[in-house]
């Protein structure tokens, strides 16, 4: 094997660690007389909430935030492992880390849509509920008592397993040229 770096697997590899750390999803909720306020931001292994400018973060793991968390982390390693060397494998590996990227991300966005965190209604109790008893000084029963109206957005964490994805193809593209 001969040593030469892919910067596109590169590029990817250290993507996809970044996106480990940075939020896939966020959700903030107001009442109409801005009495009241939250904010909530998922990673894919914590949970950090903001209820009347009080911010706990939790170590939350469920099935699909765990599922996308190894994907990426299996398509990151791949990426930094293979952009280093040039052989007749590369091209597949960065294949198949370009597909678990994607697939992280599908299979976040299918979790998180058939969640209790994304119902029809906003569910502010069931979020607040994830955390110890007092965290924010209301209880989930207490802020189910308001009406609220909320806006969400899918994180820059999963926007950058998408570049990952991207780069990795790329890469591929690039080490089946070059072999």
Do not use: H
């Not at 590169?10 to 996809?16: E, F, H, V």
């Not at 009347?52 to 994907?71: N, Q």
């Not at 597909?99 to 569910?123: D, H, K, P, Q």
């Amino acid at each position: 094997m001969r040593l030469k770096i892919n910067y596109f697997g590169l590029i990817a590899g250290i993507t996809a660690f970044v996106s480990l750390f940075l939020s896939w999803f966020t959700i903030e909720l107001w009442t109409k007389d801005l009495g009241s306020t939250m904010s909530f931001s998922a990673n894919l292994f914590q949970l950090t909430g903001s209820v009347e400018g009080v911010t706990k973060a939790i170590f939350l793991t469920v099935w699909f935030t765990a599922g996308a968390f190894v994907f990426m982390l299996v398509a990151g390693v791949a990426c930094l492992v293979y952009c280093t060397f040039a052989n007749k494998r590369r091209t597949s590996v960065f294949i198949v880390s370009c597909v678990l990227a994607l697939m992280a991300m599908l299979i976040f966005g299918y979790g998180l849509s058939t969640s209790s965190f994304a119902v029809e209604r906003i569910n502010p109790g069931f979020t607040i509920s994830q955390f110890p008893v007092g965290s924010f000084g209301v209880s989930a029963e207490e802020s189910m008592q308001n009406s609220y109206d909320y806006s969400w957005a899918v994180g820059i964490g999963f926007w950058l397993a998408l570049v990952a994805a991207i780069f990795a193809l790329l890469a591929a593209l690039l080490s089946r040229r070059s072999t």
